[in-house]
């Protein structure tokens, strides 16, 4: 019997502080006052969309781990958290894929990471030449009929933050 297509949300992290003299540390940036009114709109768009979550898988850097607080706080039905060091900026697509293929129960799982890992990430389920690039707090769609192989999956949607703050409007 085939397995159920999963559907894989990749989300960036929303607007940060910029690196510099305020936050030298780069692991350690927040996001801005914007960055959280403006990801709150892009998720309330997710739940127009009647996007629906059973876990959500977050880098563990705070403008990540906060991104993915608000994608939870806005769905109707709140997904499990789990902080996953596969996601972290500067690891490799093997990583993250290694930590997609461990939540195979996981029939709608979201990825809150950060680029240019989300978008080698995007590509590499895709099956696509180029990496997508992502906005911060913009959102791809890919289902994936079996696994996390390379090119097993189907773009269903990309979405820039915009795009998802005016499906509330």
């Known amino acids: 019997m085939p397995s159920q297509p999963r559907e894989i949300y990749l989300v960036r992290h929303a607007i940060a502080e910029p690196h510099g003299p305020a936050w030298p540390d780069d692991d350690a940036r927040p996001l801005t006052a914007e960055g959280i009114k403006r990801f709150r709109r892009a998720a309330e768009g997710l739940r127009a969309l009647d996007v629906h979550l ?10 990540a ?6 994608l939870i706080e806005a769905l109707e039905k709140r997904p499990e958290l789990r902080v996953n060091d596969a996601l972290r900026p500067g690891e490799t ?4 894929i290694a930590a997609i293929d461990k ?9 809150v990471g950060h ?4 978008g080698m990430l995007a590509a590499h389920l ?8 992502f ?3 913009a959102v791809a769609c890919i289902e994936l009929d079996s696994g996390a192989v390379k090119g097993g999956g189907t773009l269903r949607w990309f979405m820039p933050p915009r795009l998802l703050r005016r499906i509330t409007r």
Request: glycine fraction near 6%; include cysteine.
């Open 103 to 111: 939540q195979r129960d996981c029939r709608q799982l979201a990825i």
């Open 135 to 137: 906005k911060k707090g």
């Open 115 to 118: 680029e240019p890992g989300i």
């Open 54 to 63: 059973d876990l959500v898988l977050t880098s563990p850097l705070p403008r």
């Open 126 to 133: 895709a099956g696509l030449s180029r990496p997508l690039p």
């Open 93 to 96: 697509t093997a990583a993250a």
């Open 65 to 70: 781990r906060h991104t993915a607080e608000l």
